[in-house]
């Protein structure tokens, strides 16, 4: 591959999945090197005072400054659009500085926006809270049904926003009706798709406007990093969401970048792998609990959706047990392999108690009505020998008497 091959649309667009997410994006210095570079460098120097002024001005393309762009940043941006079938993306610091750039980037007070309310605990803060105090108003619907988007349709909204699946309930929203509806009046569709990632579900493909991402999660893969990602249309990404970013400063650092870039590099090998093994455990729970929601599962009431647009179901799953909160605090602390821990798409596998955790943040009422119960258990599974698991989780559950 040439120097600048990777950066090279007419050329990478071509690839397979496979090869733009081992290539794509790529910048080498002159150097040559294979592994991509870390830029650490907050500013650029110039042989002249007329660089600076014409690349401020836009008349020539360059680095200013590493919060508007940076070559390790810039990378992973295009590498990411590249393979979500998008224009452009944008990183961000975190999983939630995308959400909240989202949304903050497009909604002017007086407008309107619909979430799906079944949602990550602080993505429901930024809605239920922060949005309000600027004027924004928030209408949460079931993100299942798809007469509640229809309805909740204002002549001021301007976003709808869902996670499919939503954390942790597992709900899935159709993305390709929820799209039509919204089209239909000029909405734009943003999707949350940290549990599904780009290598099970596209969500572009399906009719969204713009993809958003915990790059954290699975695109980073072993728990090393906070990141986020947002991605759609360049005249969106561009010319809504750069302005809001470059002056707001929620952009990533060059080492985290380069650490999400490697990620990538085995992310559909690890996707898969990950959860063909959360579906073995799944249908292996379902034998011995009353209420596992794992959408590959035939029980769980919308696997036919799982069919319609995601390669497979995924690495997360959540369950739930009769004895409350207390009963499943105890579960977890029989845990000997699988780690205590509220963070999700890591190689090793994690477990948490969303109601005193990610989803703390919201009041119990909020909890009760998007479905996460005191009982609700989330497993995610990362690439450990499944027997292990389930010998693990035996153990645990039959010390609590299940
Ligand atoms: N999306 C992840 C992130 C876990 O984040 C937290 O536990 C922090 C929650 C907070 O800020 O209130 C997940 O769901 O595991």
């Known amino acids: 591959m ?148 229809q309805d909740a349709i204002k002549d001021n909204t301007k976003l709808f926003f869902f996670e499919t699946p939503a954390n942790p309930t597992m709900d899935l929203v159709d993305i390709a009706e929820v799209s039509k509806i919204a089209h239909a009046r000029g909405i734009r569709v943003v999707v949350d798709n940290a549990f599904a990632s780009v290598a099970l579900q596209r969500p572009l493909d399906h009719g969204a406007d713009v993809v958003a991402y915990a790059a954290t999660k699975l695109m980073d893969g072993s728990g090393r990093t906070l990141a986020g990602a947002i991605a759609g249309d360049a005249q969106f990404i561009n010319t809504i969401l750069h302005p809001y970013t470059r002056n707001t400063g929620n952009v990533l650092s ?81 845990l000997q392999l699988i780690d205590i821990s509220n963070n999700i798409g890591d190689t090793k596998t994690l477990m948490t108690h969303p109601a005193s955790t990610t989803h703390s943040s919201i009041s119990p009422a909020t909890r009760a009505e998007m479905g996460v119960s005191e009982g609700m258990l989330r497993i995610s599974v990362g690439l450990e020998d499944v027997q292990d698991l389930k010998d693990d989780l035996d153990a645990a559950m039959k010390s609590v008497g299940l």
């Open 254 to 334: 060059p080492f985290n970048a380069w650490v999400v870039l490697k990620g990538l590099e085995t992310l559909e090998l690890r996707a898969k792998a990950q959860a063909a093994a959360a579906l073995d455990l799944g249908a292996w729970l379902e034998t011995r609990l009353p209420r596992v929601l794992h959408p590959g599962l035939a029980s769980h009431p919308q696997h036919d959706l799982v069919k319609k647009q995601m390669y497979a179901a995924g690495s997360i799953f959540s369950f739930e047990v009769d004895g409350g909160r207390e009963q499943a605090m105890k579960l977890l602390n029989a």
């Open 2 to 149: 040439k120097r600048s091959t990777g950066q090279d649309r007419k050329i990478t667009s071509n690839w397979r999945s496979a090869t733009q997410a081992v290539r794509g994006g790529t910048w080498r210095s002159e150097m040559g090197e294979t592994s991509e570079a870390i830029f650490m460098t907050s500013g650029y120097s110039y042989d002249d005072a007329e660089t600076p002024a014409d690349r401020f001005a836009g008349k020539i393309p360059g680095m200013t400054y590493s919060r508007t762009a940076n070559p390790s940043v810039q990378m992973l941006e295009e590498r990411i659009a590249l393979m979500e079938g998008a224009e452009a993306c944008r990183c961000q610091a975190s999983g939630m500085g995308a959400m909240s750039s989202v949304m903050l980037c497009q909604l002017s007070a007086g407008d309107h926006m619909v979430i799906a309310k079944a949602a990550f605990g602080p993505t429901r803060w930024v809605t239920d809270n922060l949005l309000p105090r600027f004027g924004i108003e928030v209408t949460a619907v079931d993100g299942r049904d798809l007469n509640q988007w």
